[in-house]
């Protein structure tokens, strides 16, 4: 979740992309082992949703089984994750999806963050309806055309308005400002996490019902709901600077890794790994599926991939 601009961020911690919750109550969960002198161990900081979560796994599983080092995972939403990294809390973030401020505070400023690459991965939020009611109504694909069609997407969580399904209130979202500066007879409702956004999806996918929802690539529930995106009025650069008046579609952003400053020179093999683990929106949506799908459990999800593709990988241990 997912994919990111300056937009305003709502305050409120929960399983998302973002959280306004105060980076002290994040970073007491940070690992005892982070930062450890002389000991090879590693904290990786892993999001809630669910292709952080390959990223992380695949990573620990080489980290563990090919160089050695003990892994330690701290779930730590994306803004609190930047003080627990300066901190030393955690030593890398495998999946950021854009944060001008802390960067400019943390890399440009304080110095306390390095850059770890790009994760290979181009991540994009967009507005979806399920391919089925696109194919049946074109031209709902256009924002413009949105009011037409507000009365098929009424809930009872959206009163007489359209509902526009958003994940969580901490994910970055525009979507409040998009509603109101396009004057769009719509209702922005919360399911409260990914995990509950999926199952919204799937229910009123199995019932052919009409929908119309925040969601982001990559993604791997594409593969089991088509959604066609509705097209906002184009992205340029600047035009999410002010969330208030924000009024265009989201960016399509180049997910970068961070790590914090002193492990990315004292770090290792483990920091000269992970700048070099890069992958593919494919390998992502592989592990991504067989976690949230089949259910198998990140490690597992982790080892077949890794037997599956040893000539990427290896690559990342040179």
């Known amino acids: 979740m997912r994919v990111r601009t300056t937009a305003a961020i709502a305050a409120v911690s929960s399983l998302a992309l973002l959280t306004g919750c105060g980076a002290a109550d994040m970073t007491r969960q940070a690992s005892p082992f982070a930062n450890a002198q002389g000991a090879k161990t590693v904290t990786l900081s892993v999001q809630s949703w669910v292709g952080a979560q390959s990223n992380v796994a695949v990573a620990q599983y080489l980290l563990e089984h090919e160089l050695g080092y003990r892994v330690d995972t701290v779930q730590v939403d994306e803004v609190p994750a930047w003080d627990a990294l300066s901190q030393g809390r955690v030593d890398a973030l495998l999946e950021d999806w854009g944060h001008p401020e802390q960067e400019q505070r ?8 390095a850059p770890g690459g790009e994760l290979g991965v181009t991540g994009h939020i967009g507005w979806y309806v399920p391919t089925y009611l696109a194919e049946k109504h074109p031209d709902i694909t256009n924002w413009k055309s949105l009011n037409k069609y507000a009365d098929l997407f009424r809930t009872p969580e959206s009163g007489d308005k359209g509902q526009l399904m958003d994940g969580s209130p901490s994910y970055v979202t525009n979507d409040k400002a998009l509603v109101k500066n396009l004057k769009l007879d719509y ?25 119309l929802t925040y969601w982001y690539s990559p993604q791997w ?16 650069e600047g035009c999410d600077a002010d969330p208030e008046k924000v009024a265009c579609a989201y960016p399509h952003t180049p997910l970068q890794k961070y790590l914090n400053a002193d492990f990315a020179k004292k770090g290792g093999e483990a920091a000269a790994f ?8 494919e390998d992502q949506n592989e592990v991504s599926l067989m976690i949230a799908e089949q259910k198998l459990s990140p490690e597992d ?13 290896r690559k990342w241990l040179s």
Do not use: C, N
Request: aromatic content about 14%; glycine content about 2%.
């Open 106 to 113: 943390y890399v440009e400023d304080k110095k306390t963050i």
């Open 301 to 313: 999800a982790a080892k077949k991939w890794v037997d599956r593709h040893e000539s990427t990988w």
């Open 187 to 211: 209702q922005v409702v919360f399911a409260g996490s990914e995990a509950a956004q999926i199952t919204q999806i799937k229910q009123f996918a199995k019932e052919k019902k009409p929908f």
């Open 274 to 281: 992970l700048k070099k683990f890069r992958w593919t929106t």
């Open 221 to 236: 529930l594409f593969e089991k709901v088509p959604m066609t995106e509705v097209k906002l009025p184009p992205y340029e």
